[in-house]
């Protein structure tokens, strides 16, 4: 098939008034040749001035390949889904609308694909740039919460156990002609902080045994604010890690039942080696963690709570 661009660069965003155009910015400003390229943003009913900036910059650069939409369906599969449909790319690239592109991620994304035909997709390092100060409670168990995704220098294939991150994933277009599209039961309506739409898709490539891979030359900044350490956002984020899996998983009894004993197994163990965060006197990063890994059990059995 014939695509009329290399890479689609794509974007959802829901009310990031404050970061959206420089994340739009970060990808036009790659050292990769504008022709092979398009920037599409999907704005999933932003109350915020997110649209009349988008459609500001559509006018002040009319020579890019620069498009966005409205997605209605409120949800970030929702938006998601619709940048794949829009996407006139043989490979979809997405960025978060709280993050910026580092020199070198879309030639670094297109060339791997080149020289692996075998790979159907592709992550990259996502590295958080806090706004505010971290909290004393903060520690590697909360990566998840500030999307820092780091697998290691070199590059390695993934195969279930770790998957790539929305903030920096990368597909080619053909995944979702043969899987489909975002589950859209799954993922972050609005407020609402259900996970798993990312996990649930790479499950469906890789039981289709196609190759998925960490790339950790290709790096976004990923911007943390205040919020995101208020610690009723951590248990609404902790519910919805749990709250996504139980929707992920319905309708498999097995698999749910085995599910709740692997949590209530990881807190038995956060318990364990949370007690080395007590012999160090950081009784704060002892009760989170707790916290976090009861909250993930709550989620899991009552998502509507999570949502």
């Given at each position: 098939m014939s695509y009329p661009y290399k890479?689609?660069?794509?974007?959802?965003?829901?009310?990031?008034?404050?970061?959206?155009?420089?994340?739009?910015?970060?990808?036009?400003?790659?050292?990769?040749?504008?022709?092979?390229?398009?920037?599409?943003?999907?704005?999933?009913?932003?109350?915020?001035?997110?649209?009349?900036?988008?459609?500001?910059?559509?006018?002040?650069?009319?020579?890019?390949?620069?498009r966005y939409y409205i997605e209605t369906n409120q949800g970030v599969a929702w938006a998601r889904t619709r940048c794949a449909q829009e996407a006139k790319g043989e490979i979809v690239a997405?960025?978060?609308?709280?993050?910026?592109?580092?020199?070198?991620?879309?030639?670094?994304?297109?060339?791997?694909?080149?020289?692996?035909?075998?790979?159907?997709?592709?992550?990259?390092?996502?590295?958080p740039r806090f706004l505010t100060g971290i909290p004393d409670w903060y520690s590697k168990y909360f990566f998840g919460l500030v999307g820092n995704f780091d697998q290691g220098p070199r590059v390695k294939r993934l195969t279930g156990a770790r998957y790539p991150c929305g903030a920096n994933m990368a597909f080619r277009a053909e995944v979702f002609k043969e899987i489909g599209y975002f589950n859209t039961d799954l993922g972050r309506k609005g407020g609402g902080l259900l996970a798993n739409e990312e996990k649930d898709i790479y499950l469906r490539i890789l039981a289709q045994h196609h190759e998925v891979y960490y790339l950790p030359h290709v790096e976004v900044l990923h911007s943390v604010e205040s919020n995101k350490f208020d610690r009723n956002y951590v248990r609404r984020h902790s519910m919805g890690i749990g709250g996504g899996e139980r929707l992920r998983l319905k309708g498999q009894s097995v698999a749910l039942t085995v599910k709740l004993l692997e949590y209530i197994a990881k807190w038995g163990y956060a318990i364990a080696y949370g007690i080395g965060f007590l012999i160090r006197g950081q009784w704060s990063k002892f009760v989170m963690l707790e916290r976090f890994r009861w909250w993930v059990i709550m989620g899991f059995l009552n998502p509507a709570g999570a949502g």
């Open positions: 890479v689609s660069a794509v974007i959802c965003s829901y009310n990031r008034a404050r970061f959206i155009i420089n994340a739009v910015e970060s990808i036009f400003a790659q050292d990769y040749d504008r022709s092979l390229y398009e920037v599409i943003v999907v704005d999933n009913n932003s109350t915020d001035n997110t649209q009349e900036l988008l459609e500001a910059y559509r006018q002040q650069h009319p020579g890019y390949n620069f997405y960025l978060d609308d709280d993050s910026t592109a580092q020199p070198g991620w879309l030639a670094s994304i297109a060339s791997f694909f080149d020289e692996h035909p075998a790979a159907w997709s592709v992550g990259g390092k996502i590295t």
